[in-house]
């Protein structure tokens, strides 16, 4: 009658390619041939409603179409809504409204069969699908070949461990003669600088020799200076006269003239201050003008780039779309290929299931990794953001410090001129307490105290996480610092080996500060467990104990032979770099060598960019114990296991818990004192503000100068204050983002592994398929879904770059380009105010200069009455020329004497000059012992002749070894370090893996008993009195047995599957389908004639269980059976009419009266 035909259709809608599925030889098959009567379709389509008004699917529609379309060709053309789209986006749609095509939610005629006979195995597989175990397998085995993967490192590492070794012994010579060829050029600059001292010594003689002389000429010139005095007195006789005149010049002068004259001063002093707020004003309209062109230039790069972009973005669209239409003919190719081998065996078709299984799993896990990778680049691009606003931040906070410095400097001036306008007396009185003084140091000492106050907080929270820790760590530290190996060595070496000069372990030897053992178990390992010897012969008698013993290995420190090279880098003022590790661990410095070796080249900093940033050639190792060697390797992660190694402590926890106890109080106490300091000091400053108001009242306008400065500066405080809370919560921001970053990178590690993982299933699956008859076929399929997945490769690739160049466009370049608008805006602003401000100076600088011109030309005229005594004090002035000419007369005798003093300073000077020369050439950092300095010059010369040749017998000499062996030697420790780094690799993947197993069966146990309690509440329902259960084969290891289904129909004894009757066995698979339905709800379920092989009585208690499970979601049920039809809500018939299906809406409720009269039909029949 065709009602398997709507089920085909549904199958069909829903994105089915198998044809046989659909009951077809091929997919084009399903298009209609025209029958009796009919000209033949060239398509066929099917659409399928969904009511969307709960907002299932994410579309905003409250109705959902989706439609699919194939031609005679076997082309398929999926729409959503009238919108083209593809097979994979309707079943990601599908899948996000909790839709399950192909699933246990539609089940077929003959499906039941199948379930019926399927193996335990089968069953327990079910299951594991169902509870998603084959994730944690895809992980395990991911796990098992990164482990795999870690002992080829492992043996790798061992290799070059042995190169490495024998590249030292090789360079060992070479080094030898190179340290002896320096320290005979370290004794070559000892007498070099002696011979040079003694030289300088002889020249500071024949300075002394030349300073008698100096002494005598110095007498002679000192007589000729007395006559010169003479002269000078005599002159000064004469300035007297003049001087007499000087008050009948004053009385000449009236009082009018005084008064133009102070006003002229005070005009012209007052255009000075004009000039200077004008040149002021005009350097800051520059400096506007040049941020405004700059921030120009920026908006009009950003644009371009901005074109650039949306360019880029329009190319990216045009090969998306390209991409997806040959996706879509790689996909119908495939569908070809498949349904031509479904035709030949029934294990091509599971394999097949599977290998398309596994590349949908493919296609997900990489969406999912394009969307890890999208928000790597995103958080990537977060962080570099902040930290450009961070940077800007500190310009800021730089430029206002420089403003209040400058606001100070004119406060300061103020204040002066201020003082000046109130007298003397005035001052006195006015600045008796200080005033001004004091409130600047009050004020100063509150923002001292507040930045104090926020310095301690950060401490304080510090402090108290680290009581805490130390807290929880308290009984767990001594455990884990005792335990071990070679701590059972060392005991058994100290108590019964009787050999002597054994010290102990680095960890027994030495203490550090806890926040840095982290870092230093990382850093060193197991390089902790190293014992300390006094040479090599003790070294050698432990190791042959040990092997005597069969105790095991161990390594152990020569003291006396210890080989490492000395390393003291200059490292940058950091409170980020706590220094080299060795500086911060105590410990007895006759062990000195020991700890040098193990930690010298070991650089401990805060965090990772701080490692990254420091380039020296050392291992930089973070708190978290994150490690950047020498060589820029980059180690860390998460450990999933504590550390094994450390320092012993030399006091106990507790002790130290009650030390930090006591400093967190001391902390509390400090704050509370600072609150009430700033107090007091506020209320202080606001007293002094009323005195200084109530004596200034000579000077208000200056005083409200000083007052508005001094808002400014305090103004500039806040803002740097602000300034700085945004800079910390930047820095807060910055690092969540590097959090969630790192988050990020762990988890596209985890999907890559993943996807690595399914790759191999995929290929293995593929193998079997290959060894197939049809290899032609699978060839070109194989060709076929290559090129597929290139393709879905590059679209995916494309999809990424889309995402990246819009998130660019809205987060970056477009809000960049805004605020520069915005910057262009404020300075435009500033600049007309900088114009306004020089106008106005301008105008009031041409007004105050008139009238200084003017006040000049009436003070010019009043002079003239002074000419005539002028006259006379000029005669006086040519008396004086006449008295200096003869004093010229006795420098010209001076001269010569002069020129003696001159040649002997000269030679002096020369002599000073060499010496300073030789001093040049003494090296500084080249110490000489005071008795050489008391041989002759002849004796360092021999020395010098001595010491070359020497350095002539040794030949060429390779300086170059030094350095070269340190590298080796640094590259060995290295290796070294890192062969005990990938141990513990090794140590953490196992780990992993029992966890990975661990949840894989809980995960698995929590969905079989779910199942099968639902199971046994499905089959108490559908056989009254009954009960049924699932059961493992192999309760202890579940996933190496199977599943087996007990039942008790009714009154009945327990029995397997194998051993019910057809009718039991089919309610029994009805009950555990409606039992993972219920663990498992879809929203629709499509059965087709379930209730086929029932008699009515089970029938009708099928048809009331769906009735019940039909509240929570949509049942559409195919069947034959009265009782069934009379529970349904709506009923449909389906009838072949001349060979096409129709389809008729038929009333329940006559539906019903026609069913009861066909049995009261029966009913009068039997009677009769």
Same mark, same amino acid.
């Given at each position: 009658s065709g009602k398997s035909n709507i089920i085909d259709a549904f199958s069909f809608v829903l994105g089915e390619l198998s044809s046989k599925t659909l009951r077809a030889n091929n997919i084009k098959d399903l298009i209609s041939n025209g029958g009796k009567g009919f000209e033949p379709s060239q398509t066929a389509s099917v659409e399928i409603f969904f009511d969307n008004s709960d907002q299932g699917f994410p579309l905003e529609s409250q109705e959902v179409c989706i439609s699919r379309k194939i031609n005679r060709s076997g082309q398929s053309v999926y729409k959503i809504n009238n919108k083209r789209t593809t097979r994979k986006e309707i079943i990601n749609l599908l899948d996000l409204a909790g839709f399950m095509p192909n699933s246990s939610n539609m089940i077929m005629q003959g499906e039941l069969f199948r379930l019926i006979n399927m193996s335990p195995n089968d069953r327990r597989e079910l299951i594991e699908e169902i509870a998603g175990i084959s994730s944690y397998n895809n992980k395990k085995q991911s796990a098992e070949e990164e482990l795999n993967q870690v002992q080829s490192n492992l043996a790798q590492v061992s290799l070059l461990l042995n190169e490495v070794y024998l590249q030292l012994e090789q360079l060992e010579k070479e080094k030898q003669d190179a340290e002896k060829f320096l320290e005979l050029e370290a004794k070559e600059k000892i007498h070099q600088n002696a011979f040079i001292q003694t030289q300088i010594n002889q020249t500071k003689h024949n300075l002394e020799v030349m300073g008698e002389k100096k002494v005598l000429i110095t007498q002679q010139i000192q007589e000729i200076q007395a006559k010169q005095k003479d002269l000078?007195?005599? !002159?000064?006789?004469?300035? %007297?006269? !003049?001087h007499a005149l000087l008050p009948k010049i004053r009385d000449l002068q009236d009082e009018e003239l005084r008064k133009l004259t102070s006003q002229l001063k005070l005009i012209k002093e007052e255009i000075t201050e004009q000039n200077a707020s004008l040149k002021y004003s005009k350097q800051n309209l520059e400096n506007f003008e040049d941020e405004r062109k700059k921030l120009y230039a920026k908006i009009s790069e950003l644009e371009q780039e901005e074109h650039q972009v949306l360019q880029k973005i329009t190319d990216l669209e045009n090969k998306k779309e390209s991409f997806s239409e040959q996706i =879509?003919?790689?996909?119908n190719e495939i569908q070809t290929f498949n349904n031509q081998l479904e035709t030949i065996d029934r294990d091509y078709i599971e394999l097949k299931k599977k290998a398309n299984q596994l590349q949908n799993r493919i296609d997900q896990v990489k969406?999912?990794?394009?969307? +890890?990778?999208?928000?790597?680049?995103?958080?990537?691009?977060?962080?570099?953001?902040?930290?450009?606003?961070? +940077?800007?931040?500190?310009?800021k906070i730089y430029q206002k410090l420089q403003e209040i410095e400058k606001l100070k400097q004119n406060v300061a001036d103020l204040e002066k001129k201020q003082m000046e306008k109130l007298g003397l007396s005035e001052i006195n009185s006015f600045s008796k307490g200080n005033i001004e003084k004091k409130i600047e140091e009050l004020e100063e000492n509150v923002v001292r105290w507040q930045h104090e106050m926020k310095n301690i907080k950060p401490i304080l929270l510090q402090k108290q996480q680290k009581v805490f820790e130390l807290q929880s760590q308290q009984r767990l530290e001594k455990e884990m610092n005792h335990a071990g190996r070679i701590s059972a060595i060392l005991k058994e070496l100290r108590q019964k080996s009787q050999i002597e000069g054994i010290h102990g372990s680095i960890a027994e030897l030495g203490t550090t500060d806890p926040k840095f053992q982290k870092a230093l178990d990382m850093a060193v390992g197991s390089r902790f467990q190293y014992i300390v010897v006094d040479n090599q012969q003790v070294g050698e008698m432990c190791i042959k104990y040990l092997k005597k013993k069969n105790l095991g290995r161990a390594s152990f420190i020569p003291l006396q032979e210890i080989k490492y090279s000395p390393f003291s880098p200059s490292l940058p003022s950091n409170k980020k770099i706590f220094g080299r590790a060795i500086d911060l661990i105590k410990f007895d410095q006759k062990f000195y060598h020991a700890f040098e070796y193990i930690f010298g080249r070991i650089i401990i900093v805060e965090d990772l960019i701080t490692a990254r940033q420091l380039q020296v050639p050392a291992k930089r190792v973070t708190l978290d114990g994150d490690i950047v060697d020498g060589s820029n390797l980059m180690? *860390?992660?998460?450990?999933?296991?504590?550390?094994r190694f450390g320092f012993f402590k030399g006091k106990t926890e507790k002790n130290i818990l009650h030390q930090e106890k006591a400093e967190l109080a001391d902390l509390l106490q400090q704050e509370n004192q600072l609150s009430v300091q700033i107090r007091h000091a506020q209320d202080e400053i606001s007293r002094l503000y009323k005195i200084k108001i109530s004596g200034a009242n000579k000077t208000k306008e200056i005083s409200e100068q000083i007052a508005i400065n001094n808002a400014k500066i305090h103004q500039l405080h806040a803002d740097i204050v602000q300034n700085k809370k945004e800079i910390e919560q930047l820095e807060m921001n910055i690092q969540d983002f590097s959090q969630l970053l790192k988050e990020n990178q762990d988890t596209f590690k985890e999907i890559s592994n993943e996807l690595d993982m399914l790759k191999t =299933?995929?290929? &293995?699956? =593929?193998? =079997?398929?290959?060894?197939?008859?049809?290899?032609?076929?699978?060839?070109?399929l194989r060709k076929t879904e290559k090129e597929l997945a290139d393709f879905t490769k590059n679209l995916n690739k494309i999809e990424v770059e889309l995402a990246k160049n819009q998130t660019i466009l809205s987060d970056t370049l477009r809000k960049n380009r805004k605020e520069a608008q915005a910057l262009i805006k404020e300075k435009s602003e500033q600049i007309e105010k900088s114009y306004q401000q020089i106008q106005d100076l301008t105008e009031r600088i041409s007004e105050s200069q008139a009238q200084f011109d003017s006040l000049q030309t009436t003070v010019d005229q009043k002079s003239q009455k002074l000419a005539k005594i002028l006259k006379e004090k000029d005669n006086l002035t040519m008396q004086i020329s006449e008295k200096k000419i003869q004093v010229a007369k006795f420098e010209n005798q001076v001269h010569p004497l002069n020129m003696q003093l001159n040649t002997i300073e000269i030679k002096a000077n020369e002599m000073e000059i060499k010496i300073q020369e030789w001093k040049c050439q003494i090296n500084p950092e080249v110490r000489i012992e005071p008795l050489l300095l008391e041989k002759s010059p002849d004796y360092h010369q021999k020395q010098l002749r001595e010491i070359q040749k020497l350095k002539d017998q040794l030949g060429p000499v390779n300086l170059r070894a030094i350095d070269k062996y340190r590298e080796i030697e640094v590259r060995f420790n290295e290796l070294q370090q890192k062969n005990e780094q990938v141990i513990d690799e090794r140590e953490a993947i196992l780990a992993f893996i029992d966890s990975l197993e661990q949840e894989k069966l809980r995960v698995f146990m929590n969905n079989f008993n779910a199942i099968n309690s639902n199971f046994g509440y499905v089959f108490g329902k559908l056989s009254p009195g009954g009960e049924a259960k699932l059961e493992l084969e192999n309760p202890e290891t579940p996933f190496d047995g199977g599943i087996q289904i007990l039942a008790r129909p009714g009154e009945k004894k327990w029995c397997l599957?194998?051993?019910?009757? *057809? *009718?039991?066995?089919?309610?029994? +698979? +009805?009950?555990?389908?409606? *039992?993972?339905?219920?663990?498992?709800?879809?929203?629709?379920?499509?059965?087709?004639?379930?209730?086929?092989? %029932? &008699?009515?009585?089970?029938?009708?208690?099928?048809?009331?269980?769906?009735?019940? %499970?039909?509240?929570?979601?949509?049942f559409v049920i195919i069947t034959h059976r009265d009782v069934t039809m009379a529970r349904v809500d709506h009923l449909l018939g389906v009838s072949n009419i001349e060979g096409v299906t129709s389809v008729l809406n038929l009333s329940i409720q006559k539906v019903l009266q026609q069913i009861q009269a066909n049995e009261n039909k029966n009913e009068g029949v039997i009677q009769t």
């Open positions: 000078h007195a005599e !002159i000064r006789d004469i300035e %007297l006269k !003049i =879509q003919i790689k996909e969406d999912k990794r394009s969307e +890890i990778d999208l928000a790597l680049k995103v958080n990537q691009r977060r962080i570099k953001d902040l930290e450009t606003r961070k +940077i800007s931040l500190d310009q180690t *860390g992660g998460k450990m999933k296991s504590s550390s =299933q995929l290929a &293995d699956i =593929q193998k =079997q398929l290959d060894s197939s008859e049809e290899s032609q076929i699978k060839t070109k599957t194998q051993a019910m009757s *057809g *009718g039991e066995k089919t309610l029994t +698979i +009805i009950a555990l389908i409606l *039992g993972i339905q219920m663990h498992v709800p879809s929203p629709y379920y499509i059965l087709d004639e379930i209730d086929a092989a %029932l &008699d009515d009585v089970n029938a009708s208690l099928v048809a009331e269980m769906i009735k019940e %499970l039909s509240v929570k979601s949509q």
